[in-house]
């Protein structure tokens, strides 16, 4: 007989030590240093399962974790505990499917403040709310949005190896933001493809591009359609300009410094970090040093900032 149903597994036996596991790089105190990262932590935590993650913690800290991968709506991880063979781990969050997607670029897109962000490698807090305007909430409302899975015989849920991944999964956000777009189905080159096209600029552009660009818009001299163009949708300041009827100069100049459309009641935040560029960059291969080398980078910018 065994104690699983008394939730005793905490103290199966100590993990098996492991090389060239995936360490976090917090050594003590909270995990996460992004508004992103955090958030997704909050958002665990609030689900009541505070205390169950915590035993995660000292796993992600002593690189238990061999081997993270995410994907559109999965993440899967590899991780050691005191059995010989590591455990294989799998959390699943649904992907939004293509057409809210599209909503969602054509918000972003038809905000230069977003796009400029994005483009930058850089997620504004100010996305959490687009997204939940859009119908698309960007991080689980609820812990049944969560399916968690571990190859362990511990019956809680989630258990420290489960725990452990949320951990490193937080870090893993930090590094690369575009990585929480990427579970949520939209990868990085993908999303800023899709906003480059939507905001009129070359997408992938190589050296035809601008030849390409000209012919998808107007067709060659004396063919049948030789003076038909094709409308673009508008993006930008011309979006919000699209809908007004057209006034005199005369007959508008004393509302010609007014906006269009309201403003928002406060400034978007513009503050960026000096690592900015190392998460646009995205981490280095495994081969030169991947995460590690990032980390030292990382404070290397920090101290040139001062």
Not at 238 to 263: K, N, S
């Amino acid at each position: 007989m065994t104690d699983r149903g008394n939730g005793r597994f905490a103290d199966y036996g100590r993990p098996r030590r492991v090389e060239g596991g995936l360490r976090a790089r917090s050594t003590r105190g909270a995990i996460g240093r992004s508004w992103w990262s955090r958030r997704f932590l909050e958002v665990l935590e609030s689900f009541a399962l505070g205390t169950r993650l915590t035993r995660g913690r000292s796993y992600a800290r002593a690189g238990q974790v061999l081997r993270l991968d995410v994907g559109p709506g999965v993440v899967t991880a590899v991780v050691q505990g005191s059995r010989a063979q590591p455990y294989q781990v799998r959390v699943e969050l649904s992907a939004f499917p293509p057409e809210l997607w599209s909503r969602v670029e054509e918000e972003l897109a038809g905000q230069a403040f977003f796009s400029a962000r994005l483009l930058a490698g850089d997620l504004p807090a100010e996305l959490e709310e687009l997204f939940a305007a859009a119908g698309a909430p960007l991080f689980p409302g609820g812990v049944d949005e969560l399916a968690q899975r571990c190859s362990c015989p511990d019956f809680a849920v989630p258990c420290k190896h489960l725990a452990a991944t949320f951990y490193l999964l937080a870090e893993a956000f930090d590094a690369d933001p575009f990585q929480l777009l990427h579970w949520r189905g939209r990868s990085r080159a993908e999303l800023l493809d899709r906003l480059r096209a939507l905001r009129g600029g070359p997408a992938g552009a190589g050296p035809d591009a601008p030849a390409a660009a000209l012919a998808s818009t107007v067709d060659a001299p004396g063919s049948p359609a030789g003076d038909a163009t094709v409308d673009a949708p508008p993006a930008g300041a011309a979006r919000a300009l699209a809908g007004l009827p057209p006034a005199p100069l005369a007959e508008a100049v004393d509302r010609f410094w007014l906006p269009p459309v309201p403003l928002p009641d406060r400034p978007p935040n513009l503050a960026t970090g000096p690592d900015l560029l190392l998460r646009q960059l995205g981490a280095p291969a495994p081969a030169i040093g991947g995460p590690g080398l990032l980390e030292r980078l990382r404070r290397a910018y920090r101290l040139l900032g001062r």
